[in-house]
């Protein structure tokens, strides 16, 4: 049975960071394109930062520059580090893991993120 675990959201002010982390079981990880999405309330979730089997990365636009992933798969671990946050990244973040880009076949539970002074 898949399982994503994420951790490190949280409140924090403007400028401030972030970090999430995703731990994964039950699946071969390093086989996955890890991807962080998120979804703030009325808005459909979207995809921010990605990080392919080869170690190829996506980021959007408006992430880029700020946020940084990285895989380990020593630890079937994904990360986020989230640099210079507004408050417009505030929403719930979702860790997704699929065999493409941006169609995680794998969910976790997300974690929520709040940037407010």
């Known amino acids: 049975q898949v399982q994503l675990v994420e951790s490190g959201g949280g409140l924090v002010q403007p400028g401030g960071s972030l970090t999430l982390s995703c731990v994964a079981s039950?699946?071969?990880?390093?086989?996955?394109?890890m991807g962080w999405y998120r979804q703030a309330p009325g808005k459909q979730r979207e995809l921010v930062a990605g990080?392919?089997?080869?170690?190829?990365?996506f980021y959007e636009q408006s992430v880029k520059d700020r946020w940084t992933i990285s895989r380990e798969n020593t630890k079937n671990t994904v990360s986020l580090q989230m640099d210079s946050l507004q408050p417009e990244d505030t929403a719930d973040y979702y860790c997704?893991?699929?065999?493409?880009?941006?169609?995680?076949?794998?969910w976790g539970q997300g974690t929520q993120v709040t940037v407010s002074s």
């Open positions: 039950g699946m071969i990880f390093s086989r996955y394109v």
């Open positions: 990080v392919h089997s080869d170690g190829a990365t």
């Open positions: 997704g893991a699929g065999l493409d880009w941006g169609s995680p076949a794998y």
